[in-house]
């Protein structure tokens, strides 16, 4: 049986990234836990928002960052 302690697992099984026989631990034990449950669908409404979220800067914020980068020296 697998760990289900970290939300880890359920974000790899809403993504696609657990094993066949991972999906069928983990839906058993959402069936057997409410809890789990609800964890899993609070989850799922996150996941599609932030799928969702289109992440682009304004041109300012991209030629600052231009800018910065062109004058950036290590030491």
């Known amino acids: 049986m697998i760990n289900l302690s970290t939300e880890t697992d359920l974000i790899r099984f809403i993504y696609g990234e657990t094993s066949a ?4 631990q983990i839906q058993q034990a959402i069936l057997c836990n409410p809890e789990l449950e609800e964890a899993l669908s609070l989850l799922q409404i996150d996941t599609r928002i932030l799928d969702r979220l289109l992440l682009n800067p304004s041109d300012q914020s991209a030629n600052s960052i231009l800018q910065y ?3 950036y020296s290590p030491d």
């Open 21 to 24: 026989d991972e999906d069928q």
């Open 69 to 71: 980068s062109l004058n």
